[in-house]
């Protein structure tokens, strides 16, 4: 059994001992309501809440805004107001109410109807400083609770009363989970050693990328789109970045077109469906994941003409380099000649050539065994030749003179599976090779190809 599918872990450390991606995770919010509440959280998500009246929950749903339980840490006395924050794009506006049902008002209606077009509220005081949200409701989900205080206690360190606990922002198997407002940037698998970095980052209206899951309201396409931007160049400013649109290409991905200051890009992104696992606590709740997956990001000169290839950045998408000769024959100048050969071989099902890249006392080590030598190793090479091997995308890439260490989309009987690999070279030729997939063991006998 696979980490993956351990009944009796946390779904936190399901989703870290898996790998799974924290880009491209924040869900959609147009705007957020942020109400105070002095007692408990409550033992459900805010948007399901008794604590809100259900007609405010449906108005704001109309209206396309999230609603969030806010409170202080530690015993909070109940006070004749509530604090409420109206948030979105670059609008923070704060305002008392006596009770959640005031924001049904007219003047308050006004108010909401104004955040979710993108417009400022003419109602209550401009908050100019980041606020920031940590998810801590136990009552949803243990890891909340577990992980998300003492990131809460790590930020309200270095904010202050600008730190609310709030309840479940979605997620929960990324806890700690902070939500960064007005901007909308959301950080999980924080820790308190994480937070001075990325409230730094918030502070100083940049994006930390090692945390970041996304910027809530956009697709997650777009979403996956930045965060690779943000990685392939070394961060920029938030508000530097502009989305221009998403629109589905012919083969069911998307295309994100994306501005990030003087510079457009078109960045083509794929969705894949991760193998069930645990997504919450407690046991027993399942779900597939999605991940999106950059496959390949050009240069515009213009937001809509004469696209070029995006400045390299140590690795390069074989989407890019798909031809009738393979999927990776073409292009890959910028890998190890070694590598390049590998793949070539491959592409062309040259059994013998391939082999010709191993050197005599070559290991390969993976989960289900360990083969020493060329005569093992090649029966492993002929079993997936057999079940119509191929690598599809470069996800990452980088190497040394004697080191390789790639991660890639790859298909095998028609099934896509997302793998990686050290190769460790001697003389030039591969001696020691670590791969597996990042779905865990599979036995492809049982799969129809």
């Known amino acids: 059994?696979?980490?993956?599918?351990?009944?009796?872990?946390?779904?936190?450390?399901?989703?870290?001992?898996?790998?799974?991606?924290?880009?491209?995770?924040?869900?959609?919010?147009?705007?957020?309501?942020?109400?105070?509440q002095p007692?408990?959280?409550?033992?459900?998500?805010?948007?399901?809440?008794?604590?809100?009246?259900?007609?405010?929950?449906?108005?704001?749903?109309?209206?396309?805004?999230?609603?969030?339980?806010?409170?202080?840490?530690?015993?909070?006395?109940?006070?004749?107001?509530?604090?409420?924050?109206?948030?979105g794009g670059a609008t923070l506006r704060r305002l008392l109410v006596r009770e959640p049902a005031d924001l049904l008002r007219p003047g308050a209606r006004t108010a909401l109807a104004a955040l979710a077009a993108g417009e400022v509220p003419q109602l209550g005081e401009a908050w100019t400083r980041p606020l920031y949200l940590?998810?801590?409701?136990?009552?949803?989900?243990?890891?909340?609770?577990?992980?998300?205080?003492?990131?809460?206690e790590a930020v309200r360190r270095l904010v202050g009363?600008?730190?609310?606990?709030?309840?479940?922002?979605?997620?929960?198997?990324?806890?700690?989970?902070?939500?960064?407002?007005?901007?909308?940037?959301?950080?999980?698998?924080?820790?308190?050693?994480?937070?001075?970095?990325?409230?730094?980052?918030?502070?100083?209206?940049?994006?930390?990328?090692?945390?970041?899951?996304?910027?809530?309201?956009?697709?997650?396409?777009?979403?996956?789109?930045?965060?690779?931007?943000?990685?392939?160049?070394?961060?920029?400013?938030?508000?530097?970045?502009?989305?221009?649109?998403?629109?589905?290409?012919?083969?069911?991905?998307h295309r994100v077109r994306l501005a990030v200051g003087e510079e457009r890009y078109e960045v083509d992104v794929r969705a894949h469906d991760?193998?069930?696992?645990?997504?919450?606590?407690?046991h027993g709740h399942?779900?597939?994941?999605?991940?999106?997956?950059?496959?390949?990001?050009?240069?515009?000169?213009?937001?809509?003409?004469?696209?070029r290839p995006a400045p390299e950045h140590g690795w390069r998408s074989m989407a890019d380099s798909r031809t009738e000769e393979g999927p990776m024959t073409q292009n890959m100048v910028q890998m190890h000649p070694i590598f390049l050969k590998q793949a070539e071989y491959l592409a062309k099902g040259d059994l013998d050539g391939l082999m010709q890249c191993y050197h005599p006392e070559a290991m390969?080590?993976?989960?289900?065994?360990?083969?020493?030598?060329?005569?093992?190793?090649?029966?492993?090479?002929?079993?997936?030749?057999?079940?119509?091997m191929q690598y599809l995308e470069m996800l990452e890439y980088t190497h040394t003179d004697d080191t390789i260490l790639m991660r890639g989309v790859m298909s095998v009987k028609g099934v896509e599976e997302i793998g990686f690999g050290a190769y460790v070279l001697k003389d030039g030729l591969i001696w020691r090779q670590v791969s597996g997939s990042e779905g865990g063991m599979r036995n492809w006998d049982e799969v129809e190809g």
């Not at 259900?54 to 006395?77: D, H, K, N, S, Y």
Request: with cysteine; glycine share 12%; charged share 20%.
């Open 39 to 87: 007692g408990p959280l409550g033992r459900r998500p805010a948007a399901q809440s008794p604590l809100v009246p259900p007609a405010l929950l449906a108005e704001l749903g109309r209206l396309g805004l999230r609603p969030q339980l806010i409170r202080r840490p530690g015993r909070v006395r109940p006070a004749e107001h509530r604090t409420v924050f109206l948030a």
């Open 364 to 388: 390969v080590v993976r989960f289900q065994d360990i083969l020493t030598g060329r005569d093992e190793i090649r029966g492993m090479i002929q079993g997936y030749m057999d079940m119509n």
């Open 134 to 152: 940590a998810c801590v409701q136990g009552s949803v989900d243990a890891c909340c609770a577990r992980l998300g205080r003492p990131v809460a």
């Open 1 to 36: 059994m696979d980490d993956c599918s351990l009944p009796r872990r946390a779904c936190s450390e399901v989703s870290s001992a898996c790998g799974e991606p924290l880009c491209a995770t924040a869900g959609p919010a147009a705007g957020w309501v942020l109400i105070e």
């Open 274 to 282: 991760l193998p069930p696992r645990r997504t919450r606590c407690p």
């Open 286 to 307: 399942q779900s597939s994941p999605c991940r999106f997956v950059v496959a390949s990001v050009r240069t515009l000169k213009s937001a809509q003409t004469d696209p």
């Open 161 to 253: 009363d600008r730190l609310w606990q709030t309840s479940h922002l979605g997620g929960c198997r990324f806890a700690g989970n902070l939500l960064c407002l007005p901007d909308g940037a959301l950080y999980g698998r924080l820790t308190p050693a994480a937070v001075p970095a990325v409230v730094a980052a918030c502070e100083q209206g940049r994006v930390e990328p090692r945390w970041f899951r996304g910027r809530t309201g956009w697709p997650r396409a777009a979403q996956a789109a930045e965060a690779h931007l943000h990685r392939a160049t070394g961060g920029y400013g938030w508000a530097d970045v502009a989305l221009h649109g998403v629109t589905r290409d012919g083969s069911g991905g």
